[in-house]
């Protein structure tokens, strides 16, 4: 199966190759007047085409960009597009482990369980593929159809990484949380970004409203998926439920200048639960919810700063450094028949500087902190309690469609017991090709 695999991705790579030096001309597919289909390179798209594609363009670091050819019409009422990029980075951890491909300080594990301090690791399982299609129509404006995924799941299938319909400001499918500030997201070679930032992506039906020179807001409601009840299964009282009401999220956002802004950001939980009544089960609920501040903007014509801070309770799954943990829900010492929620509190912040428009570093502090409830977590016991993180990265494009990297990671974790932190470094190295 993987020789399958492996053989259609070269088949696939040398079909892009000749596909992108074939389109640097513009050939015509099906020749019926009005309806004639052209094979071209973005170059030679419709202007106003290539405008819908930029702005549909995902602004966080590590997506997908615009599409190198496509097919359309004369016309440039649509188009249809193929990309992606294979994206491969080695990395080294020493003087401790993060034992985990993203690197997290919740995955730094004692050299006391491992029995290693070092380790060697590469990952080429981020790569994307992406489809997109795009319609300008008189009834409902822009239309912007897009299907993208990469390959982490199990055995290195195939996995959906973003699908969604949107026109008029509607944005229905699978996509990052609307809780999110994708324009403030660190660039960073670590796929899963800073650890102490919100990173998920959610089934959702969303709408955003920019017509205003500064002001743009959206209100989402989303699939309430929980990461939940931690230790509850040990207990013959209470048992996971179904969510009955979805994760609503709204936020609004202020612009200025070229790409400055600052935003809040808000997300209210139903958190379901089924606890033990006599012989009958019934469903109780917990409230959830959180706040983000995040901003970003210049300091210089070269220099920006970047940032977010976060702080809820029921929110584990949309912070980095928690969503493994499954605690939106965990049981209440003081009271077998109820569940509740923890705080939890994380911030990045970090500074970016562009040397030139092919070269620019960046550097970030990021914090995750947990609290207890209720001595749940109990004293002195080895959970989590908060992790730590620096990343100084620097990102060089050496020809169009290129972009080389090295980053430095260094970690540290500290638990609820009397034991001190376990720390951890990374050094990655980035290999992205675009197509």
């Not at 089960?281 to 959180?290: E, I, L, P, T, V």
């Not at 908060?386 to 970690?411: C, H, S």
Request: positive net charge; aromatic residues 14%; contains cysteine.
């Amino acid at each position: 199966m993987r020789k399958i695999v492996k053989s259609c991705l070269i088949l696939f790579a040398l079909c892009v190759c000749s596909v992108q030096t074939f389109a640097q001309k513009v050939v015509e597919v099906d020749t019926e007047g009005e309806n004639t289909v052209l094979f071209v390179s973005i170059d030679k798209a419709h202007p106003e085409l290539v405008i819908v594609l930029n702005n549909s363009v995902s602004p966080k670091f590590n997506e997908a960009g615009m599409p190198q050819f496509l097919l359309t019409n004369k016309k440039g009422t649509f188009g249809l597009g193929l990309g992606g990029f294979v994206r491969g980075i080695p990395s080294v951890d020493f003087g401790g482990i993060s034992d985990n491909d993203n690197f997290l300080p919740m995955f730094i594990t004692s050299p006391n369980v491992l029995g290693d301090r070092s380790q060697f690791r590469m990952d080429i399982t981020n790569s994307q593929l992406f489809l997109k299609m795009v319609g300008r129509t008189k009834a409902v404006g822009d239309i912007v159809v897009y299907v993208a995924g990469n390959f982490t799941g199990n055995d290195y299938t195939f996995r959906l990484h973003n699908g969604y319909v949107q026109f008029l400001g509607i944005l229905m499918g699978y996509n990052f949380t609307n809780f999110m500030n994708l324009h403030a997201f660190q660039p960073t070679i670590c796929n899963s970004g800073a650890s102490g930032a919100v990173n998920y992506r959610v089934t959702q039906l969303s709408y955003t409203y920019d017509k205003l020179k500064h002001w743009s807001f959206v209100a989402a409601a989303e699939l309430p998926t929980i990461y939940d009840t931690f230790g509850a299964y040990n207990n013959k009282y209470i048992k996971s439920g179904r969510q009955h009401m979805p994760d609503f999220v709204a936020g609004i956002t202020y612009k200025w200048g070229e790409k400055s802004q600052v935003r809040l950001a808000g997300v209210a939980r139903d958190l379901s639960y089924n606890t033990k009544s006599g012989d009958r089960w019934k469903s109780k609920s917990k409230f959830g919810g959180g706040v983000q501040l995040s901003t970003i903007f210049d300091l210089s014509y070269n220099l920006s700063m970047f940032g977010e801070a976060n702080y809820g309770n029921g929110i584990s799954k949309y912070v980095n450094d928690t969503q493994k943990l499954d605690i939106d829900l965990v049981p209440n010492p003081d009271d077998n028949y109820a569940m509740q929620t923890l705080p939890i509190l994380s911030f990045t912040g970090g500074l970016r500087y562009d040397f030139n428009p092919k070269l620019f570093t960046t550097a970030s502090y990021s914090q995750t902190r947990l609290y207890s409830e209720n001595n749940w977590p109990a004293a002195n016991s080895d959970f989590f309690r908060y992790g730590q993180e620096i990343i100084v990265n620097l990102f060089w494009d050496p020809i169009k469609n290129m972009r080389t990297g090295a980053e430095y990671i260094r970690g540290w974790k500290k638990d609820f017991s009397d034991a001190g932190k376990l720390h951890a470094n990374r050094i990655n190295l980035l290999l992205q090709y675009t197509f």
